[in-house]
């Protein structure tokens, strides 16, 4: 999903470019459900290993186009910097890897509430990690969240562990991605390098005992997952170019545009089962994020209403000095 680090505009205005950046990641993400289909037969792991594999190239070819290099020759010298993108590396795999075999399991709608719920457990994570105090109408949404996933267990007689594992490994992933003093591509780029390694030791593996489907099978699971690489690359870095020219508003309402998409299309187009219980979870997910949102919209309205009187006051005081 989502690009963590991306930066917020510093005039604090949204830009139609910026809008249509994100849009496009966001309709991109949310149509990768139907790839993920496609791809149903070839186990999630080799899956994963060449979504790893085959986004190198392209990002990397992104960073030298637009010149950007240096900040990946710096992190290779850093020692730390090299820990943390292990670690934030590793979260992203579980995060994908949860992804695709859900999906591939019939599964599509415990993912769209995953990321329906993951903004919300970001504001726990903060409370948690960093002592932030949640507003009440924060603590309202996750109280409502809460509920949503214990309507779930008890109807299921067990955890939604699908949507839970995509929440935490997405919310940690964010959580310590901002640790990392790199661009978003460039971070991505560190990233998938890391992880290539073993990606590409697996894939031979898998081809060396005739259980790989890179070219033991046919043409099309050979393009299908040669294609895994742009899926994976193409909107994160599309969506990390948009988000620098959005306003961090903007960007929280346009990020439930993916999960929802992938919520209609698991019930009118997979057909999943779609019970009373995971009528009543949504609809308390909904609410929750109806509430999270309009506080957020009310917030941020209030901050440039203060920011736009303050440049009027100074604009008065140098009127008068003059």
């Known amino acids: 999903m989502a690009e963590p680090n991306a930066k917020q505009p510093a005039e604090n205005t949204d830009s139609a470019r910026g809008f249509a950046f994100a849009l496009t990641a966001y309709l991109l993400w949310g149509f990768l459900p139907f790839f993920m289909k496609a791809v149903a037969h070839i ?3 080799e899956v994963v290993a060449h979504r790893i594999v085959w986004s190198v190239p392209l990002a990397g070819l992104v960073l030298l186009w637009l010149g950007r290099t240096q900040e990946i020759k710096t992190a290779l010298r850093s020692p730390r910097m090299l820990k943390m ?9 579980v995060n994908w890897g949860i992804y695709v075999w859900a999906i591939g ?3 599509a709608i415990e993912t769209a509430l995953g990321y329906y719920i993951n903004p919300l457990f970001s504001i726990f994570l903060g409370a948690l990690l960093l002592k932030e105090r949640p507003s009440p109408t924060q603590m309202v949404a996750i109280a409502l969240a809460a509920l ?7 109807d299921a007689g067990g955890l939604p562990w699908v949507s839970i594992g995509l929440c935490i490994s997405w919310g940690f992933y964010a959580f310590f991605r901002k640790t990392l003093p790199i661009g978003p591509n460039q ?3 560190l990233e998938v390098l890391l992880l290539s390694v073993p990606a590409i030791g697996y894939i031979i593996w898998l081809e060396a005992t005739g259980q790989g489907h890179f070219g033991d099978t046919n043409m099309t699971d050979v393009v299908l997952l040669l294609s895994c690489g742009l899926v994976t690359a193409v909107p994160l870095m599309i969506y990390a170019n948009g988000a620098k020219l959005l306003r961090l508003s903007t960007i929280g309402i346009m990020q439930y545009i993916a999960p929802t998409m992938i919520f209609v299309i698991a019930v009118f187009v997979f057909h999943e089962p779609f019970g009373a219980a995971k009528l009543i979870a949504f609809a308390l997910i909904w609410a929750a994020l109806f509430i999270y949102s309009g506080a957020m919209l009310v917030e941020s309205r209030a901050r440039r209403a203060a920011d736009s009187g303050g440049v009027v006051h100074l604009a008065r005081q140098g009127s008068r000095a003059g």
Do not use: E, Q
């Not at 993108?85 to 795999?93: G, N, P």
């Not at 949503?148 to 008890?154: E, M």
């Open 187 to 189: 971070g991505f780029f």
């Open 105 to 107: 399991a019939g599964r």
């Open 85 to 93: 993108a292990t670690l934030t590396a590793a979260l992203i795999t």
């Open 148 to 154: 949503a996933v214990a309507v779930l267990a008890f």
């Open 43 to 45: 186990p999630a792991p």
